[in-house]
C-alpha cells in the first residue's frame, strides 16, 4: 500500500522569504500524480500544485514550486516571497494511475511572520 | 471557489441520531468523492461514486452510507452517530476515473455529535 509522510509537522518562515516544505512517499507503481493541497484556517482544500510522476519536469505555479525526485520518492514543495496569506496547513498527496483516491500526509502547519 | 457545493457547512446533533450531508459536484464533473477529516486520523477516503456507481471504498464505516443520484449530486448518510464521528467531511469531485484529473474539494461540512 502506498504511504505520504510529512515529517515536518510545523515551519515558520518570514514574509518575502522562502520555505521547502517535505514530502516522502512510497509506492511500488511507476506510474501516479503527486499533489500538494493548502488548507487555510477556513478549512477549504485548496490545490495548490500538482506533478504527473512521468515528467521530469518540475511543476511550477507562480511562486510555488516542487522539486520531484522520482528515484529517492520526494515531492519537496517550495514557496517563494512568502505571503502572509500562505499561512495554512500543507498537504502532501499521493494518486495512483489504479485508483482515483488521494492517500494524504498528516499535513505541515506553515506559520508566516511579517 | 472550487465550485463544489456542500450542505449543510455546520450541523450540531447527538448521538444515536442520523445525518445527511449533501453535495453538488462541479459542473460536468461524474466522479464524487467522500473524505472524513478529524483530529486524530487526518484526512481520510470514504468512498467514490462515479455516474451513480459506486467506484472505490475506503475506511467507511458500515454506519454510514453514500449514494449518487442521477443529476449527479451525492448524500452521506451517517447513522448511529457517536461522539467520535465529530469531523470535517468533505466532499470532491473530478471529471473522469482513472484519469488523472485533479480532485477539487468543497469547503466541508462540519459536524458535530454531543
Known amino acids: 500500500a502506498q504511504t505520504v509522510t510529512q515529517s515536518q509537522p510545523e515551519m515558520s518562515v518570514q514574509e518575502a522569504e522562502t520555505v521547502t516544505l517535505s514530502c516522502t512517499y512510497d509506492t511500488s507503481e511507476s506510474d501516479y500524480y503527486l499533489f500538494w493541497y493548502k488548507q487555510p484556517p477556513s478549512r477549504q482544500m485548496i490545490l495548490v500544485i500538482r506533478?504527473?510522476?512521468?515528467?521530469?519536469q518540475n511543476a511550477t505555479e507562480n511562486r510555488f514550486s516542487v522539486n520531484f525526485q522520482k528515484a529517492a520518492k520526494s515531492f519537496s514543495l517550495k514557496i517563494s516571497d512568502s505571503q502572509l496569506g500562505d499561512a495554512a496547513m500543507y498537504f502532501c498527496a499521493y494518486r495512483s494511475y489504479n485508483t482515483d483516491k488521494l492517500i494524504f500526509g498528516t499535513g505541515t502547519r506553515l506559520q508566516v511572520f511579517p | 471557489d472550487s465550485g463544489v457545493t456542500q450542505t449543510p457547512k455546520h450541523l450540531i446533533t447527538a448521538t444515536g441520531q442520523r445525518v445527511t450531508l449533501r453535495c453538488s459536484p462541479r459542473?460536468?464533473?461524474?466522479?464524487v468523492y467522500w473524505y472524513q477529516q478529524s483530529l486524530d486520523q487526518g484526512l481520510q477516503f470514504l468512498i467514490q461514486y462515479y455516474n451513480g456507481e459506486e467506484r472505490a471504498k475506503g475506511n467507511i464505516l458500515e454506519r454510514f452510507s453514500a449514494q449518487q443520484f442521477p443529476d449527479l449530486h451525492s448524500e452521506l448518510n451517517l447513522s448511529s452517530l457517536e461522539l467520535g464521528d465529530s469531523a470535517l467531511y468533505f466532499c470532491?469531485?473530478?471529471?473522469?476515473?482513472?484519469?488523472?484529473?485533479?480532485?477539487?474539494f468543497g469547503e466541508g461540512s462540519w459536524l458535530t455529535v454531543v
Open positions: 506533478q504527473e510522476a512521468y515528467k521530469q
Open positions: 470532491a469531485s473530478s471529471p473522469g476515473s482513472l484519469s488523472g484529473n485533479t480532485i477539487y
Open positions: 459542473s460536468g464533473d461524474l466522479s
